[in-house]
């Protein structure tokens, strides 16, 4: 994500080394904000996905608990058609090369400029509100999605709590330790996009002029949390971890670490074998 980030310097002003040089060879910086925000608003059918089949496989294990499953592919159909309707508004929300110019020079006059540059994209609510009605929307559609996760996440819980008796140690572990890491996969890299997206609405809002950099480091900030995502995964699974320690114990040539066997290595017992084979031969 880090690669495709547009590079918000200064918002309701977009620019950028991928708008300009990277991307803005073969599209507009405007189109490419557009295809920018259809691709992060994926996350979120991600998450809502792995909460539902997280559920669903606690719910297959209780008898007694039946799952509305309608409503779970409802929000699956929508959270699904949020990022082509996203990317849909974003697009709808540009301005003409006049309105731009007319927005920057009153507003932003030390940015003229910038015009000049293919890669600088402006967008002016007064004049577009699809710009509003874009953001507005997804913040409203998220914190509804986030919810219905977060409640799927705790009866999900109350199901493994409930049938904790009726359950082997190592199968709760493992519907336990899922979730867990499941979670952790969510609200962790979550920050690196809510707390950056309030410290560039507090210096929009604010009008800091001084903190233009801070913005742009933001935005990095929200592209590296698919790396962060990726990070908690590894990290919060043993099985993942086993196979991470092994790897680069392998690449330091520690081998008597990775030449251990797993398993039993215990070998079949021979007066096994020989009954089953007595049982096998005819009696004469």
């Not at 080394?17 to 910086?29: K, L, M, S, W």
């Not at 997804?138 to 109350?158: E, K, R, S």
């Not at 949390?225 to 991470?244: D, E, F, K, T």
């Amino acid at each position: 994500m880090s690669w495709i980030c547009p590079g918000y310097y200064f918002f309701p002003l977009v620019g950028g080394y991928n708008t300009g040089r990277f991307f803005g060879q073969f599209i507009g910086a405007h189109l490419s904000m557009s295809v920018w925000v259809g691709i992060y608003s994926f996350e979120l059918a991600g998450g809502l996905c792995c909460f539902v089949y997280r559920h669903n496989a606690a719910v297959q294990i209780s008898q007694n608990t039946i799952g509305k499953q309608y409503v779970k592919k409802v929000f699956l159909v929508l959270v699904h058609i949020f990022p082509f309707a996203t990317s849909t508004c974003m697009y709808m929300s540009g301005l003409t090369y006049q309105q731009k110019y007319n927005y920057v020079k009153i507003n932003y006059p030390q940015c003229v400029q910038w015009m000049m540059m293919d890669g600088f994209e402006a967008y002016d609510s007064s004049v577009n509100p699809m710009i509003i009605v874009t953001g507005g929307g997804a913040f409203v559609f998220v914190f509804i999605v986030v919810w219905y996760c977060f409640t799927l996440g705790v009866h999900t819980m109350v199901i493994l709590q409930r049938l904790r008796r009726h359950m082997s140690p190592a199968t709760y572990q493992m519907h336990r330790a899922a979730l867990l890491s499941l979670t952790m996969q969510m609200v962790l890299p979550g920050g690196l996009i809510i707390i950056p997206k309030n410290i560039i609405l507090y210096i929009t809002m604010s009008e800091s002029l001084h903190l233009q950099e801070v913005a742009t480091n933001m935005m990095f900030l929200m592209g590296s949390h698919s790396m962060c995502q990726c990070s908690v995964m590894i990290m919060s699974n043993s099985s993942y971890r086993r196979v991470l320690r092994e790897k680069i114990w392998k690449f330091l040539r520690i081998d008597y670490l990775t030449n251990q066997q797993y398993g039993s290595s215990v070998e079949p017992s021979m007066r096994t074998n020989s009954f089953v084979r007595a049982q096998t031969v005819p009696v004469v």
